[in-house]
Each structure stands twice: as structure tokens, then as C-alpha cells.
């Protein structure tokens, strides 16, 4: 598989010209009628991406400028996606979960000039902390507001109402299109390169501030071609996106993917609502479904899911963390998602660096993250020494090839942390690799757990346990003990209608199976865990949160 040495612009370009009249973007509305959806063909989304390039050429807006977009799932996110790569303005990923302190530290971090700011909520007033954030951030001097959501259903939604000369609409903003000409677009576009910056996205920050991972067009738009090809997309494929816009699941595994092969994206909504996504993939035809596992145990346990018409689906793609056995089974059995993929990364690799391929089989889809992209290299190393470990021992991941990040925005020295001198990101997960080259992730080094000397890969005991036909979901941690370091607490989302388990009934379950110190001490039931962005659980908030209940202390 060759690289694409290209821009996005001119890959979408290409796009449109192939499929002008096929449809590429449908936005389901928001009370779940087909018939009120908003539709794109690949020309009318050409015409409003162009229309947004323009206006934001208009605005000002020059090369290598950073503008954020803080919104959730919309027609318009990606839109604006694309407006941005065609002028070569870095489009800034912003949670839309952040609060007033996390925009601000955002916004000054990368110096934004420009923000796209979604109308507020009962949750989330996105208007007044925008404006909070001018007031404390020079450098962003503009304020976009997103209009309300298409058929809202019972949501009350307040977009931003301009108030000073700073702030504008989106309509105002693409109304400025003829304030330039038709011709200022491909003359920008005539400066770029592939190798330019046109995405920052911010790590979850699990210590710390986040870190602004900053990405080329050739980092993910390579990634995303790489995903569909793997994926075998044709223009007859139609992707189902529930997942977020603002990571990369969302922007490259979803619509570079998508857009790179002539495929129709769908959008269930703003955010993840287990039957939202199920009938988009009924109603629109979904042929491909994307999810986290825990999205995926979601969907399978609704009520009503039998109700559901999921014959047209036939792939998809499971990441953020491994998925359980029987989980795999039932996506494959009653969603018809025989050629669901796995996918692993971070985004500081574009994301993905390993995927399972069509015909894999279901162990190698549930046991192991799958193989080695295209053009990327893999190896596992000892994370004392640094020196490559044999095949099956466990080690460090780190991951080399076109889709490592450009580096972590203004911040060399966190950079030369994560990427070595030979090119080398080191992922801070533990794997090892097999002899036909599939990798299996053992969990993150700082989630291995030390009990009176026995290195514990909880991963091993999340997928025992996950097999107890009262639970649903289970993570494992280690928590501080004073006699052996660290002890095992078992965390578990239960079954609907199953009856609390404690940590007696673990033991028994696990007697004879599993050695002694494996066993988890302590067990604690749960209605849903914590969670990053990318869908990845957030041990560490577990691990704080069981201390202090337990009172256990720092370790």
C-alpha cells in the first residue's frame, strides 16, 4: 500500500470529482425521523466546505492559524474539518466535556485565534465560557456560534447571539464567502504541504495538563486511508459515526476513512445514545458501525434490541480497549458485523498503529489488537533498558512510521520523552508480540499491579471474570496494602437484574482457577466507569477513587 503524498484538500477534491452525486454526509435530526434528517451529496458538501474556506479567508484567517472547534457531533464539525485543511489553518480538537479552566488552558496553550462554539445546553454553557476565555486569552479574538441542533427533540439548546464586533454566527461567517474570490482557495491550497500541521488534539491528561499532540495531513489522512482500505470500503459502504468528532476515532478512523474511499458517513446525534445508533443503522442503511467495546455491550442490551434491522451492516471498527469474548461474538452473530476490525493506537500515531484484518480469526480479534498497519513499524522493548525484547515477552510498544505525531505542540521537551532519537513513540503500554506478528495488549505500565512481588496484568483477570454470568463489565486495579504492596480490587458493572456480588463470591468463582494472587481483594459494583475521550477507562480515577473510600492510603 503506498503512502498518499497529498493534502486533504486534495484528496477530498479528488473525491468529489469521482462522486459528486453519490450521497457523503446524512445527519440523523435529533427525533429520530428519517424523514427530517439532513442530507449531502459529495458536490453540496464541496459547496459548503468551500463556502466555509472562504469565510474563513475572509476572516483572516492565514496559514498555520489555529481554530477551535468545541462542539459536539454535528454537520457542521465536519465541515469545518475540512474548511480549515483546505486553507491550512490547524483545526484544534476541544473536548466538549471541558469546563471554564480546561478551554482557557487550551485556547492559550496553541495561541487560538478562532473559536467554533456550539450552543449551550442544561450541561454545558458553551457561550458564556467562550466568552470568559476571550477575556482571559489575547490571542483568541473570534467567536463563532453554531446554530441550534436540527430538530432538537425535547433538548433546549441557546446558540451564541453576536454581542460585539469579535463575535459572529456561522451563517454570518459563511455569508462572508463572497468577500474573496472563487479562486482564493486553490491559490492557498497551492502553498501547502503534506507534511504541514492541521490538527492539535489533546491528550486526556490523566496526570498533569494534556499535551497538544500535533498531526499532518499526511500523519491522518495516510491513517485513515490505510483503515479503509484494510476495512475493504468501496462508495457503497455507508459508516455509522456515534463515536466523537473531536478525537481521532471520530475525524480520521470515521471521515478521512470515509471521504478517502467515496463512502456516505452517518450521525446518529451529538453524542452516544445506544438507540440513536442502532437506528441510524437501520434507517440510512448503515453497512459500517463504529464503537467502543463498551458502546457495543450497550447497544446489545437494549430492551428492544431484537426490534432493531441491522442486515445491512457487515463491518466496523471496536477500539479504545480490548473486547471480551462474548462480546465480539454477539457483534459478529446479531449485528452482522462479520468483518468488525480491531483497531489500537493513541493519538499520538494518527491513531492507529495495529488493526486486525478481514478473516482473522475470532481469537485473534478478541485476544490480540491485530497486526502492524501498512507502512509502520512496531516493536516491544524493555521498558528498564530499552533494548527489544524476544517475541512473547512482555515489554514496552512503541510504534515508528509516517503516522508519529510532528511532536506535542510547543513542547520539545515532552516530545523528546515520548519519541526517542531514532523516531521511536514510546506508548507506555505493555504488549508482546506473537510469532505471526499479532500484538496483545497487557495494559498500561503504570496499571501493572505489584502484589508481594508478582507482577499482575489485570487485563488476565478482566477476562476471566468477564465470563461470570452476572457481570457485565469488569475492570481490575490495584489498590496500596501495607503487607503486599498492592492488592486487587475488581470494579463491576453488573448484569441487569443480577444480584450484587462481593468479594467472597469472586473468590469462590475464581478458586482453582486462577492463583492466589490473582484473586481481587475487594470488589466494587458500579454503574458505569470513568472514562477519556478516546474510550479508554481511567484506572487512575478508579485507583484515587477506591483509596479514599477504603481509606487506604497513598501507596
Excluded at 44 to 72: F, M, N
Excluded at 120 to 139: G, K, N
Excluded at 264 to 289: E, K
Aim: hydrophobic share 40%; charged share 20%.
Amino acid at each position: 500500500m503506498s503512502l498518499l503524498e497529498e493534502t486533504i484538500g486534495a484528496n477530498f477534491a479528488r473525491a468529489v470529482g469521482q462522486h459528486a452525486d453519490q450521497e457523503a454526509l446524512v445527519e440523523a435530526a435529533g427525533d429520530g425521523r428519517a424523514d427530517a434528517a439532513r442530507r449531502w451529496t459529495y458536490a453540496e458538501l464541496a459547496h459548503d466546505v468551500d463556502a466555509a474556506a472562504r469565510g474563513l479567508l475572509a476572516a483572516g484567517v492565514a496559514k498555520g492559524d489555529r481554530v477551535g472547534i468545541w462542539s459536539p457531533n454535528c454537520a457542521e464539525w465536519t465541515v469545518i474539518q475540512y474548511a480549515t485543511a483546505a486553507i491550512g489553518a490547524i483545526l484544534v480538537n476541544v473536548n466538549p466535556a471541558y469546563r471554564a479552566h480546561e478551554l482557557q488552558f487550551v485556547v492559550r496553550q496553541n495561541g487560538m485565534r478562532m473559536l467554533v462554539v456550539a450552543p449551550s445546553d442544561r450541561t454545558s454553557d458553551y457561550v458564556a465560557m467562550a466568552r470568559a476565555a476571550v477575556d482571559e486569552c489575547p490571542a483568541l479574538r473570534e467567536l463563532v456560534f453554531l446554530p441550534a441542533p436540527h430538530a432538537p427533540g425535547e433538548a433546549v439548546f441557546e446558540p451564541g447571539v453576536p454581542a460585539s464586533d469579535g463575535e459572529t454566527t456561522w451563517e454570518a461567517l459563511v455569508a462572508r464567502a463572497g468577500e474573496v474570490p472563487a479562486s482564493a482557495v486553490a491559490e492557498r491550497a497551492a502553498t501547502l504541504s503534506a507534511d504541514d500541521p492541521i490538527n492539535i488534539q489533546y491528550t486526556s491528561g490523566t496526570t498533569g495538563f494534556p499535551k497538544g499532540a500535533t498531526l499532518t495531513h499526511r500523519n491522518i489522512l495516510n491513517n485513515g486511508f490505510a483503515i479503509g482500505e484494510l476495512l475493504g470500503y468501496t462508495p457503497e459502504d455507508r459508516v455509522v459515526i456515534p463515536v466523537p468528532f473531536y478525537h481521532c476515532f471520530g475525524m480520521v478512523i470515521g471521515n478521512l476513512a470515509a471521504y478517502s474511499h467515496g463512502c456516505a458517513t452517518i450521525l446518529p446525534g451529538r453524542g452516544f445514545r445506544p438507540d440513536a445508533a442502532l437506528r441510524a443503522v437501520q434507517d440510512f442503511g448503515g453497512t459500517s458501525l463504529y464503537g467502543v467495546p463498551t458502546m457495543f455491550i450497550a447497544e446489545l442490551a437494549l430492551p428492544d434490541f431484537g426490534s432493531y434491522r441491522l442486515g445491512t451492516l457487515r463491518t466496523g471498527v471496536m477500539a479504545g480497549s480490548t473486547c471480551p469474548v462474548e462480546v465480539m461474538e454477539r457483534v459478529i452473530s446479531d449485528m452482522h458485523m462479520e468483518g468488525v476490525a480491531i483497531c489500537y493506537g493513541m493519538t499520538e500515531t494518527s491513531p492507529v498503529s495495529t488493526m486486525t484484518r478481514a478473516g482473522d480469526s475470532l481469537a485473534q480479534r478478541t485476544g490480540t489488537v491485530g497486526r502492524t498497519m501498512p507502512n509502520l513499524q512496531s516493536k516491544v522493548v524493555d521498558p528498564a533498558t530499552g533494548e527489544t525484547v524476544e517475541r512473547g515477552v512482555i515489554g514496552e510498544l512503541c510504534t515508528r512510521g509516517y503516522a508519529v505525531m510532528a511532536g506535542y505542540w510547543d513542547q520539545p521537551d515532552k516530545t523528546a520523552e515520548a519519541i526517542d532519537a531514532d523516531g521511536w513513540m514510546h506508548t507506555g503500554d505493555l504488549a508482546r508480540m506473537d510469532d505471526d506478528g499479532y500484538v496483545m495488549i497487557e495494559g498500561r505500565i503504570k496499571d501493572m499491579v505489584i502484589r508481594g512481588g508478582e507482577n499482575v496484568y489485570p487485563r488476565e483477570i478482566e477476562e476471566f471474570l468477564y465470563r461470570h454470568p452476572a457481570i457485565q463489565d469488569v475492570q481490575v486495579i490495584g489498590v496500596p496494602d501495607p503487607a503486599y504492596g498492592e492488592e486487587l480490587m475488581a470494579c463491576i458493572i453488573l448484569r441487569p437484574g443480577a444480584q450484587p456480588l462481593t468479594a467472597e463470591d469472586i473468590a469462590e468463582y475464581c478458586r482453582g482457577e486462577l492463583a492466589h494472587y490473582k484473586v481481587p481483594r475487594y470488589v466494587d459494583i458500579r454503574e458505569s466507569f470513568p472514562m477519556t475521550v478516546s474510550g479508554k477507562v481511567r484506572k487512575v480515577q478508579m485507583r484515587e477513587e477506591a483509596v479514599a473510600r477504603l481509606g487506604l492510603g497513598a501507596s
